[in-house]
């Protein structure tokens, strides 16, 4: 079969890891040719690739980023787009698509396989963790080990000074990052976009914490959250080239609130793009390594409009239709169950 592959949305690691499983067991297994197509969807618009084998994926398993890039957008974005895909399906003498993305090229993979018939397969990723249908993405668990890491060197420097250090991670939607990594590092308070916050709360944990000789508090922020109306000024964000907020800063307002109002001087971290760079951990090679083997399997399947997806133990198939328009949002459970027993 001669098979298509392309990384869409963000960066994450592991993406090379499922890359180099779809190659290897294609390539020796069954003996299909793979096209990697450069920077998403673009790259199928524009029939656009690069021709991937065993050799040129050597060496690709611990690497972070993708080899053949990734951008945001999609072929609904042009009014020739379904058009010019399913030329490209044509033209390239495609047998199938694998799209490896998040929310929204998994969405748009979707939709085009239900408008179209044309042959596509999924593979979730997201640092984010928040696709519905698999109870892990891969990259999630990297993420999270980057920011826990960094949670365990300012604590030293926050008690060194009697400091609050306000660490602000990535999560737009949802809190995964931040309740995980929030909770690994020992945090005072954690903040998810699920829930939001009244200030004054955060400052009562904090100022109770130091009252009792507790010299240093961490507040691990989701990028995504936001304070209850009326409680503090809402930021206002900027709008991406997709007209989403640009996120970033609620961190520096937190702790710009939290020294106003106890007086205990308070100093943010946004750790930002690291959690998203750098080699995958020894987890998210293994399960990147599985999604890319379930992912050409289901290719030979012929299980289209499926995504593969891990349930327990095992990786298991999912409609695509499932994730349209939703997202997995933190087990609140998880907060109010393991992570408030320790606030303050």
Same mark, same amino acid.
């Given at each position: ?15 090379? /890891? ?13 003996? #299909? ?22 050799? +040129?994926?050597? &060496? ?29 399906? #044509? ?30 397969? &999924? ?19 990297? +993420? ?15 008690? +060194? ?39 004054? #709360? ?14 240093? +508090?961490? /507040? ?13 000024? !809402? ?13 970033? &800063? ?5 702790? /710009?609130?939290? =020294? ?34 379930? /992912? ?17 133990? =095992?990786?298991? !198939? ?7 328009? !939703? ?18």
């Amino acid at each position: 079969m001669r098979i298509g592959v392309l990384t869409g949305g963000g960066d994450c690691p592991g993406l090379n /890891a499922v890359i180099r499983a779809i190659v290897r067991k294609g390539e020796s297994v069954h003996g #299909d040719e793979i096209l990697g197509f450069i920077d998403s969807w673009d790259g199928v618009l524009a029939q656009t690739f690069i021709r991937l084998d065993i050799s +040129s994926m050597r &060496g690709m398993l611990p690497k972070g980023g993708t080899i053949i890039g990734t951008k945001r957008g999609s072929p609904f974005d042009h009014d020739d787009g379904i058009d010019r895909v399913r030329r490209c399906f #044509d033209e390239q003498r495609l047998d199938g698509l694998v799209v490896i993305g998040g929310n929204g090229s998994l969405t748009v993979a979707s939709m085009i396989h239900e408008q179209t018939g044309l042959p596509i397969v &999924g593979v979730p990723k997201t640092i984010d963790n928040d696709i519905i249908g698999t109870d892990v993405t891969f990259g999630f668990h990297t +993420s999270v080990q980057i920011a826990t890491d960094a949670i365990d060197r300012l604590h030293t420097t926050a008690e +060194s000074h009697n400091r609050v250090i306000v660490v602000e991670v990535m999560g737009r939607d949802a809190g995964w990052i931040a309740a995980y990594a929030g909770i690994a590092g020992g945090a005072t308070v954690i903040l998810v976009p699920e829930i939001p916050f009244d200030i004054a #709360d955060v400052c009562e944990v904090i100022e109770r914490r130091h009252q009792r000789g507790r010299y240093a +508090s961490i /507040a691990v922020v989701a990028e995504g959250s936001v304070p209850v109306e009326g409680t503090m000024a !809402r930021r206002e964000y900027a709008l991406d080239a997709i007209g989403r907020p640009r996120l970033g &800063g609620i961190g520096v307002d937190i702790a /710009a609130e939290i =020294e106003r109002r106890t007086g205990i001087e308070a100093r943010i971290v946004q750790i930002g793009h690291v959690q998203r760079g750098g080699t995958p951990t020894a987890y998210d090679r293994v399960l990147s390594t599985r999604f890319g083997l379930a /992912a050409i399997d289901a290719v030979h399947d012929g299980a289209w409009g499926q995504m593969v997806a891990l349930n327990g133990t =095992e990786i298991e !198939r999912v409609p695509l239709e499932e994730t349209v328009g !939703r997202i997995k949002t933190v087990d609140l459970e998880l907060l109010r169950d393991v992570a408030q027993v320790f606030y303050g």
